[in-house]
């Protein structure tokens, strides 16, 4: 058998390495995390180019294929490894909850009652089943939600907005994203 030896090149202060690694942690698969100093440009010069040609984190080493875009990676890692036994993060509406991956990255009133409507009806975003459409949502909530503005102006009069928030910001996988967050600055926890 062979062991594969995957890597996340991101930073931890990067909204879309955050996500490839909550879905790394869903589907239980093992990785080692390469910190890219975005401050001094790391991402801009070789090696990196070499494997985004774009300079931006994250990229995905999966052992024989190294794949950039955070969406790409995560679509990608959810059709490979969800079939193996591991969670199923795509869902059956494919349809569907690509469409709610292109809504979330627009937070204004309007589309946060379109939320609560749809999570009126249903438990997740794409289904009653959590998938990737709620996964992408992660980094932002956290955000959103640790300010005590936004939290209580945008959030606390949909209670179906948040009851996802609170159901899907306490899966362990993105509380193990949030550790790996901590370990490394330890004086912001
Ligand atoms: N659409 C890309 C966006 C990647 C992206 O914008 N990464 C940011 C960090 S979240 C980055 O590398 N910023 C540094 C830069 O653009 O110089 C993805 O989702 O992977």
Redesign the pocket.
Known sequence: MTIKNRKVYG?LS????L?VLACLFEHDIDFEFVHVD?ESGE??QQPFLAMNPF????VFDDGDITR????A?IRSVAHEYGKKGGARLLGRQETSYMWWLKLKQNWEKYVLDVYENRLSKFKYLASDDYTIADLVHLPNLEALLGNSYTKHHLFESRPHLSAWCFDILARPAWTKVLEMQKIAQPSSA
């Open positions: 930073s990067s909204p879309a390495s996500k975005l991402h801009k300079g931006r984190v994250p950039f875009e955070s969406r990676i």
